[in-house]
């Protein structure tokens, strides 16, 4: 169903792809959007238990756009050093596809929630609780279930 990586060598093995998952601050959810559009949006996100959550306001673009079809695919970039006398980009970057869906469940929905909150600013749970009361009701988790994920780096950093 997902392709095979044309450039093999450079192709990460899992562990090296989950680390850029678990690395990375910050990455773009693709999903398909208005009349057919692709749509992708910046996010912050955190990568645990082989899933990644993110959290939404209640309506928007991308609630609709999850809500229309589950299918989705998330990209990080983890390293993009940029070699100006080479003309190239020392990168690793991965990509995950799989189905989002909006966390329903209360428990379900705080759990996430406090991995995101963890993950950005972590052992302040009192702080990170104060944070959660206040915007609970305001906010959506959602959560990609990956199907398939690839990890791709630069040629040049196999040699580092």
Do not use: W
């Amino acid at each position: 169903m997902f392709r095979e990586m044309r450039r093999k060598r450079q192709k990460l093995s899992d562990e090296q792809t989950e680390a850029v998952f678990e690395h990375a601050t910050h990455g773009v959810l693709s999903l398909i959007g208005d009349d057919g559009y692709p749509y992708g949006v910046p996010v912050s996100y955190v990568y645990a238990n082989k899933a990644i959550y993110i959290h939404s306001a209640l309506e928007g673009h991308k609630i609709d756009a999850v809500r229309a079809c589950d299918k989705v695919s998330f990209t990080v970039v983890d390293t993009d050093d940029v070699v100006a006398d080479e003309y190239t980009t020392y990168f690793r970057s991965a990509i995950a596809f799989g189905r989002a869906r909006i966390l329903e469940d209360k428990n379900e929905k705080m759990q996430a929630l406090r991995l995101l909150g963890d993950h950005y600013n972590p052992g302040h749970d009192e702080a990170l609780e104060a944070e959660i009361s206040k915007g609970f009701e305001r906010l959506h988790m959602i959560e990609i279930e990956i199907e398939h994920m690839s990890g791709k780096q630069a040629i040049e950093l196999l040699r580092s």
